[in-house]
């Protein structure tokens, strides 16, 4: 939960991450994906916490763009590619099987809701009143905690799985090329950065989004 108002923007990644990521291993691109996502429930925790007044306008902006953009193209890179590679790996293990079933039931009713939740935020992101203050309060804790689950849960089965197994150099190809059609199709590499709120700067101390993954 965030203990402090959150003074965030939604920058471009420059060429430099941009490399950065395109050279990293594909999985840890999950990873950082994952990073974005727990801030956007920070973002919409935040906006929840504030109603019914309304909230920072930019973190509306924010989360409405990562809900309508970034949340599809990340469960497509999954159902598209990493579960399929999964599978194939990990054939006799019913237990994989089942997880990948589960995550992919969760994608589908968290999408539907991430669109709702995105034209019910598009009114605080041009500065309206929400239209049902309360409704939209349940809403967005139940999107949020509901995410952070499904995050937490793939961080700890998913990605330890996607290390042991996939790796055919085959498999890493097929990733790494998916990340980047994804890159350069898309809305491109997007960071979460905290700016400082005295000055509207960039906070490279503060506490942030990091990019790239803590090394394990
Ligand atoms: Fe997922
Ligand atoms: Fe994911």
Redesign the pocket.
Known sequence: MPSQPLHLRLVEADEAISNLVDAMDPISAFEVDHVLKLGLCDVLESIADALPHTADTSLATIAVRILRNGLPE??AL??GHLFPLLRRRNAGDQSCQKILLQ??H??GS?EAFAYEIADELEQIAEAKAPKNAEMLGYMLRGFFVSLRR??RW?NAT?IPLARRTLTAEADITQLREAVAARTLTGDGLQILETVSAANGNRDPGGPGYPLVPNEK
């Open positions: 990340h469960v999954e159902e995550l992919e969760e994608h968290d499904h995050i793939e998913v």
